[in-house]
């Protein structure tokens, strides 16, 4: 009897995986039926995407949902003035979208206030090496990844080829053409850009051998490096008179389409700015010849965020894969018109003979990515007081840098007793 007992119970527990497996099996099949019952579950994507960018991304999500019938990105396009205060109001109440697109330069403050959720246990080697390294690590706070990277943004040297045969490789030819371009009776310019704006002066602070802020606390917005930046784009409006007075971006663009600017520093959103009829280039801007250093603008890195607040985590990491994808990426570049962070889309034909396309890439190179720190929004609003006061006139460089250092360390000593 106890042998028979023995035979009927390994017959029982060696059937049993075959079993578990069927179970497994209709289980899933009962899964697949609810969900194509049901139809796909909706993820929502937020962006501030205009023109080709909207395009490129509305064709990705498209080609998307016909693809497959798991999941429904449904994409909203918010106005940019307002997509900040938007996502800080609306993703803690519930509100939110499951995913957004948006610059890396607030994943420090969104990370801190439990905005963003971490993806570093979802990522893996191969889906990174999609990307330039440098799109990926300014996406990084604490120790943890909280987006994947769809392209990166820089200023750059844009210039009317009918005025100018040739670029400027340093800022002494820089200078020396601009000055020959300029009629301020005609309202002619041989530069122009947005002298002080921050984000467009830095290039001059890292190029003269800088920096703004590393990490939370080191300030370097007083130091030697500094204030020869500031001189020098001093230089340029009031020693050279190469410049308009308080350029303003709808002047800037103006000046460039009717021919009255030679030369403009700006970014890739600018190329929508350009009239048809103009013919131009875009170049890495040029080497400081004080120091022989590169001017080195400010990197930026546009990503994908998950909501820390979605519901549907997994399936909203599912579409960042998708919309990172390789082949997603060559849609942004050739539609979008966009400089993409996947290395892949570098080594196509496309690229490869766009010349605009080969400029940011190159310009990318030499860059100085943004800092993501919570302390780094402290510091715009001071130093664009004082810039403004030097190129009014107000004061030397010298002591509006400390002035705007002064204010800045006020704001961090806040912001440190805050926590």
């Not at 509100?95 to 246990?121: M, Q, S, Y």
């Not at 939370?216 to 930046?229: F, M, T, Y």
């Not at 400081?288 to 990503?303: D, F, R, W």
């Not at 030499?366 to 800092?371: A, R």
Request: proline share 6%.
């Amino acid at each position: 009897m106890q042998k028979l007992w023995m035979v009927f119970l390994c017959g029982v527990l060696c059937g049993l995986p075959w079993q578990r497996s069927q179970a497994a099996k209709a289980k899933t099949a009962t899964t697949k039926a609810k969900t194509a019952a049901k139809g796909p579950t909706t993820v929502v994507l937020w962006h501030a995407y205009r023109a080709e960018e909207k395009r490129a991304l509305e064709q990705i999500v498209s080609n998307y949902n016909s693809s497959q019938k798991k999941i429904h990105i449904k994409i909203l396009a918010i106005p940019y003035d307002a997509y900040p205060d938007k996502i800080n109001a609306a993703i803690p109440r519930g509100h939110g979208p499951d995913l957004f697109i948006f610059a890396h330069d607030r994943v420090g403050d969104w990370a801190k206030n439990g905005i963003i959720e971490k993806i570093t246990f979802w990522v893996n080697g191969p889906l990174l090496q999609r990307f330039i390294p440098k799109t990926v690590k300014m996406l990084a706070y604490g120790n943890a990844l909280y987006g994947l990277p769809l392209a990166f943004k820089s200023l750059a040297l844009f210039y009317n080829k009918k005025l100018v045969s040739k670029p400027p490789r340093t800022t002494q030819e820089m200078i020396a053409l601009a000055k020959k371009l300029t009629d301020r009776k005609k309202q002619r310019f041989g530069l122009a850009y947005e002298a002080t704006d921050l984000y467009r002066h830095v290039l001059w602070i890292h190029g003269f051998g800088g920096y703004v802020l590393k990490g939370a606390s080191d300030l370097g917005v007083a130091q030697a490096a500094s204030i020869k930046a500031m001189n020098f784009a001093k230089d340029l409006a009031r020693k050279y008179k190469i410049l308009p007075d308080e350029p303003s971006s709808q002047l800037i663009t103006f000046l460039f389409n009717k021919g009255q600017a030679a030369m403009v520093i700006n970014g890739p959103w600018f190329l929508g700015e350009i009239h048809p009829t103009i013919q131009y280039g875009v170049v890495p801007l040029p080497i400081v010849s004080a120091t022989n250093k590169p001017a080195a603008p400010y990197l930026t890195s546009e990503a994908v965020y998950i909501s820390r607040y979605s519901k549907k985590k997994k399936l909203a990491f599912e579409v960042m894969k998708a919309l990172t994808s390789n082949k997603a990426a060559l849609i942004r570049m050739k539609v979008g018109k966009q400089t993409v962070a996947n290395r892949a889309s570098y080594n196509t034909d496309f690229a490869k003979k766009d010349p605009i396309i080969q400029a940011f890439y190159q310009q990318m190179l030499t860059s100085v990515p943004t800092p993501n720190t919570p302390e780094m929004r402290l510091v715009w609003s001071p130093m664009v007081i004082a810039l403004s006061k030097v190129f009014r006139g107000q004061g030397t460089a010298q002591a509006a840098l400390k002035e705007a250092y002064r204010e800045i360390q006020k704001y961090l000593k806040q912001s440190k007793h805050k926590k």
